[in-house]
């Protein structure tokens, strides 16, 4: 079983900078796939970014492509979702996710992971 706990949320302005992070239990997390999902309101959830685990290769949803940076630390069993400029259409819960059998390629697929965490929310006022 892992465990998932999403931190750094909050109430931002439109263009300010926001990091997520997410703290995983599991001694293997160096071999998780990890993502980042949000909802907003009133709307399913979505992918926004995911990591690799081994080479780290990267993906990003194209409306957050530029902005945000994924990272993870496998030392401390974290991933970091570092958000720039952000707009008002980035409020949502943000999810934090993980593919405990290590896709070779992080998935944009909700179905690719078997771990969530609780959510943390995000507000950005205009």
């Known amino acids: 079983q892992v465990q998932l706990v999403e931190s750094g949320g909050g109430l931002v302005q439109a263009g300010d900078s926001l990091r997520l992070s997410c703290a995983a239990s599991?001694?293997?997390?160096?071999?998780?796939?990890m993502g980042w999902f949000r909802q907003a309101p009133g709307k399913e959830r979505e992918f926004v970014s995911a990591?690799?685990?081994?080479?780290?290769?990267?993906n990003y949803a194209d409306s957050v492509k530029g902005r945000f940076t994924i990272s993870r630390d496998n030392a401390k069993s974290t991933v970091d979702l570092r958000m720039n400029s952000l707009k008002p259409e980035d409020t949502a819960v943000y999810y934090c996710?993980?593919?405990?059998?290590?896709?070779?390629?992080?998935?944009?697929?909700?179905?690719?992971?078997?771990?969530w965490g609780q959510g943390t929310q995000v507000t950005v006022s205009s």
């Open positions: 990591i690799g685990w081994g080479t780290g290769i990267t």
């Open positions: 996710a993980a593919d405990a059998q290590g896709l070779s390629y992080p998935s944009n697929l909700e179905t690719a992971y078997e771990f």
């Open positions: 599991g001694r293997t997390f160096g071999r998780y796939t």
